[in-house]
């Protein structure tokens, strides 16, 4: 069960988004009491598909992924929110309801700033809104340029593109422990399972990385960014 934590006041939070930053002692002092933070534990659903946006989820700590079902024994990743990261600011100007479920990948906390709280500050405050809109628009940004460069790889491509996604802009390490099952990636990247689980062993076998359970090594950093960058 997710748990309710207890959260710095927004202006004095380490991890304030930059969102935030014109917002004056005030303006984050009238968010302060708007905001909730919890806590989910990896594997916990933070909101499913179809329940109301009340809120705008900001990731303060771990990761989040969001993913629509297609199947009743298929999902389709959507993206992976990482700390500093708005979730739903593309869909709580449009819609009522969620279209997609949230769920924690690892342990993370997360703060839920109420719409009603957001859309305030927007009518009264012009920076904030003009904030509000580049952040959106980085946001669809991210997420066109991740689908584009995958939807250009095969699939040796595709999975270092990945691999070297959690080690350069996530974990900032060659070893790590990957958040996400080989299913997940298959999600993820619009693949197989099966073609994940041979990809990752001739990763191995090839000297590119070393798995030992969700434990990845990448020992050849250079060969993975040749197969990620070949394609």
Known sequence: MSEKIKSP?????????????????????????????????????????????????????????LHKRISENQSQIISIARPFNFVGLLSVFTKTEFFYSITAIEDSSVCFIKKDCVLGEIETNGKFALDIIRRMSR????????????????????????????????????????????REIAELIDMRTENVIRIFSEFRKDGIIKINGH???IINPEMLQRVSSAG
């Open 9 to 65: 006041n927004c202006e004095i939070c380490a991890f304030r988004s930059v969102l935030f930053n014109s917002l004056g002692i005030d303006g984050l002092g009238k968010m302060n009491t708007c905001k909730d933070q919890f806590r989910f534990k990896k594997g916990e659903v933070v909101c499913h598909e179809g329940d109301p946006i009340e809120s705008i989820i900001y990731v303060h700590k771990g990761l989040i992924k």
């Open 139 to 182: 946001i669809t940004d991210d997420i066109l340029e991740s689908k584009f460069a995958l939807s250009k790889k095969n699939l040796r491509g595709r999975i270092a593109h990945i691999l070297l996604d959690f080690s350069e802009n996530i974990y900032k390490t060659n070893e790590f422990e990957l958040p996400v099952s080989r």
């Open 215 to 217: 434990m990845i090594e």
